[in-house]
């Protein structure tokens, strides 16, 4: 019930190409979805996110997609460049501080 | 702002000895999370401070694990005596509100114990 799956593992993508990052959910109580971008030898940055009451959000060439019946939400990198490569996590939270980690997506974006 | 800053960045310690790892979260910021990270098992919250009193200290592996917040400035992660399979990146991170929302990670120290 607190797991947050995340797919796919790892991901190559075509510069200007649409890289999807998939995450699904299964406590309704999360309320809160942030996305993290993560370099090696960096620590977590916090990318996006969006909160159950919005479908979707955008900032940039990020978009997260949400669909609350299905419990599932989705990142969206428009116009991949070659820095866009890292590895994504999702996550959720309830209204309590826990914060559940999906296990990551490698991307790799080729030029 | 400097964001989150930890020290040292690495660290190599012989098994048994004691490792404090340090943190300074962003000012004015009310929470504070230790966070471990290895490709086994991904990122673990090992605690939770919020106002400098420690919440939930449940994702602390065992007794040789201890985290202190003397100050809204300054936490501290120590293990001893340390182990090999303590090696990992160790992250600090830090929110100006209750829980995760809007929470910064710092650089993380890589520990290596041999």
């Known amino acids: 019930q607190q797991q947050v799956k995340q797919s796919p593992q790892s991901l190559i993508v075509q510069k200007g190409g649409i890289s999807i990052i998939n995450c699904a959910y299964e406590n309704t109580a999360f309320d809160y979805f942030p996305w993290y971008q993560q370099f090696p030898g960096k620590g977590p940055a916090l990318l996006i996110a969006?909160?159950?009451d919005v479908s979707e959000k955008k900032e940039g060439r990020f978009t997260i997609s949400f669909n609350k019946s299905a419990k599932q939400f989705s990142l969206h990198i428009m116009d991949s460049q070659p820095g866009d490569s890292a590895t994504y996590f999702c996550a959720a939270s309830d209204s309590n501080y826990q914060l559940i980690w999906g296990a990551g997506t490698k991307l790799i974006i080729k030029p | 702002d400097a964001g989150v800053i930890q020290s040292p960045r690495h660290e190599v310690t012989e098994m048994g000895q004691e490792v404090t790892l340090r943190c300074k979260p962003i000012?004015?910021?009310?929470?504070l999370f230790w966070y471990r990270q290895t490709m086994m098992r991904g990122l673990e919250l090992l605690i939770y401070f919020n106002n400098n009193v420690p919440i939930d200290d449940s994702g602390m592996p065992e007794d040789r694990f201890s985290a202190k917040m003397p100050n809204a400035s300054f936490s501290t992660l120590k293990i001893q005596p340390s182990e090999p399979r303590d090696s990992a990146v160790y992250f600090c991170?830090?929110?100006?509100?209750?829980?995760?929302?809007?929470?910064?990670f710092g650089q993380g120290t890589r520990l290596t114990v041999v």
């Open positions: 969006i909160r159950p």
């Open positions: 991170a830090s929110s100006s509100q209750t829980g995760h929302t809007e929470a910064f």
């Open positions: 000012s004015g910021h009310n929470s």
